[in-house]
């Protein structure tokens, strides 16, 4: 028997009314000039005044407890939010990693003192979170992080380096992983600790690194004996393995894994205009089939999600066919539009679009765990690994 299973999960009713208020909401921030959707190369995707509206509508920390500010509403609800602000490309870089990842890590293993201090604060959209992962010399294989945590009176120094770490520049606290202890001959996973880090600590510097297209999104984050006290500890020490896994579930499976180009999507309709002819149609019909047995497959996991399941390899499916038609959009969309009327009038902003969707694709394949690495997954998971 398959060890997959895509349940037939359908958004409930209830999801229908949040879609019209959320659809209004971006409507009048959009008509209020707060952003403008269709600039997707400028710095509109962190907005402290946008994250504070978001938060005060009750749509950060939508699905966590009452008692830490959140709403305690459905991972389907969240869903639409996400999906709502995704497609129109809302900035809500500021509190998008904090509210998805590293809110719910902070729920599971942080002591009492510091879940009722920084949730709420997350719920309110004040605070940013980075993910601090990555090393010089330990992508893909996680279990290799070297940055060392070594026991001092009270705590611990941080020392080491890691990279491509995603709005450390902005970010108010950082979840990292470190090394704790050496690996064991039995498992080679053991000796990782996760630590809340306060961006303020001494011994911290973000130095920027640049993307193609010019934005500053991602930075190394270097440690000089940064001390973190005892109680920044996550989880068990040494134990992190367990718990840096499953917080990768909820980083794959999300509509953001296919819907970040998605206004080249929305452009080329306009392109191709009221009566596209006969191939511009059928290509236009089959990305639109597409995204759309995408968004199934992605409303299936939230659905699992929701009644407490771990679809790890589902999830890790969703995110590699998503990121591979994503990237392939540009060029799909180029091809298409070739079949396009003259005089449509949104040609020039989707050239732009266009070439900035195109500097972006590589980076989709690589963040949140490479085409290899999920296919690693998929396989074990068959079992034909
Ligand atoms: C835009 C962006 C944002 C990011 N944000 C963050 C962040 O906020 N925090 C963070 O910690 N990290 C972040 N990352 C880093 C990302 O998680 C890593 O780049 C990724 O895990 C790959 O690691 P690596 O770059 O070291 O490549 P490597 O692991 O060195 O991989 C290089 C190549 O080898 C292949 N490969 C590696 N191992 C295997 C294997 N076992 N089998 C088959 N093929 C293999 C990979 O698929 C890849 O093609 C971000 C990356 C990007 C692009």
Redesign the pocket.
Known sequence: MSALSFDAVRLPPECDALRREVRAFLAAEIAAGTYHPQEPGNDHGFSPEFSRKVGAKGWIGMTWPKQYGGHERSFLERYVITEEFRVANAPVRLHFVADRQSGPVLIKYANEAIKRDVLPRICRGEVCF?????EPG????LFAAATKATRTKGGWLINGT?V???NAHHAHYLIGLFRTSPASKENRRHGLTQFLVDMKTPGISVNPIYQMTGQH??NEVVFQDAFMPDDHVLGEVDGAWKQATSELAYERSGPERFLETFYVLQELVRVLGANPDVRGAEGLGRLVAQVHALRRMSVSVAGMLHAGKEPVVEAAIVKDVGTIWEQALPHRARDLAAFAQDGASNRASFEEQLRFATLIAP?LT????????LR?IIARGLGLR
């Open positions: 980075a993910i601090g992962m990555s330990s992508g893909s294989d890691k491509w770490t995603s999104d991602f980076k690589i963040q949140g765990g490479t085409t290899e690495i690693g």
